[in-house]
């Protein structure tokens, strides 16, 4: 019985022991990695000392003298725009809201082809893969680019730069939810005679659904974000009235705008949150 115990307890050590070692080697191979990534990424600790008083002294450019004894009047005159940034912002919010729609309409028409658990032809699987793959591997704003030049200047661009880039990032994540499946109700499901359709309905959906629907919440957030920036290169929404601003040098226009998309992502956030709690507790009790 010590034998035994003694023979336990090294190959306890022994396992530990290619633990540790296998740590270090991981922790070494993420630092060699991190330390060449530094000159490709053009750090300098010397440039972030010079560049850190431009930074703040751009700061104080941006942010309206407030006075005390006129607070009203100087955010008054801060915000002169309010409203043209309000709708501004709502449309940001839409096409974000309409480009993430036609994303997830996209994302499950492919995730099952693109499943390999449920995808039942091999061509078919690396078609929709690869197609998943084009579409989050280019940048949103080059897609923005290529559709101003096609329709021409407005939100239109940015919503289909944002569906299809959507489509690529919400098929993939939902084709990898889809792969981590219990099969047990698939089987079940499968041994009553449904078909495929039926599988997908009854042994799929109730397993994926609150996954997916976190899922499309979270991207949703990132479009909004991303809506803001595309108006940048004319796909209209707030970033037009923000680059425009940048380029004025209206440097308090700047801080105005910005803190006005701060709040509306906050607001998705908040609402986006309850809505993440609301699926995962509906799931739960289901």
């Known amino acids: 019985m010590t034998s035994a115990a003694a023979r336990l307890e090294a190959a306890l050590q022994t396992h530990r022991a290619q633990l540790r070692r296998g740590n270090l080697l991981l922790g070494g191979a993420f630092l060699l990695a991190f330390l060449a990534a530094l000159p490709a990424g053009g750090f300098s600790l010397a440039k972030l000392i010079e560049g850190w ?25 801060w915000y002169w725009g309010f409203w043209r940034y309000l709708r501004l912002m709502a449309d940001t919010v ?57 329709f021409g200047v407005g939100p239109l661009a940015g919503v289909l730069a944002i569906a299809l880039h959507s489509a690529g990032a919400l098929g993939k994540l939902f084709a990898e939810a889809s792969d981590n499946l219990d099969t047990r109700p698939l089987d079940g499901v499968t041994a009553t005679g449904a078909s495929w359709f039926g599988v997908i309905r009854l042994g799929v959906m109730p397993q994926v659904l609150a ?3 976190s899922y499309t919440l979270f991207r949703f957030e990132i479009n909004i974000r991303s809506a ?36 509306a992502v906050m607001l998705v956030d908040l609402a986006s949150q309850a809505l993440r709690r609301r699926f995962l507790d509906d799931e739960v009790i289901g």
Do not use: C, K
């Open 53 to 77: 008083p431009e930074i703040l002294s751009y700061l104080g450019a941006i942010l309206p003298e407030i006075r005390h004894d006129h607070v009203v009047e100087d955010v008054g005159e």
């Open 94 to 150: 839409l096409m974000a809201y309409a480009g993430t729609l036609l994303g997830l309409i996209g994302a499950l028409l492919l995730v099952f082809p693109a499943s390999n658990m449920l995808g039942r032809s091999r061509t078919l699987r690396f078609l929709s893969r690869r197609t998943l793959e084009f579409a989050r591997s280019v940048p949103e704003l080059v897609f923005a680019l290529i559709f101003v030049v096609a």
């Open 211 to 213: 996954n997916w629907a």
């Open 228 to 263: 803001a920036v595309l108006g940048f290169v004319g796909a209209g929404g707030i970033g037009q009235e923000l680059y425009t601003s940048i380029r004025s040098f209206a440097y308090t226009d700047v801080s105005a705008v910005l803190l006005v998309i701060v709040a």
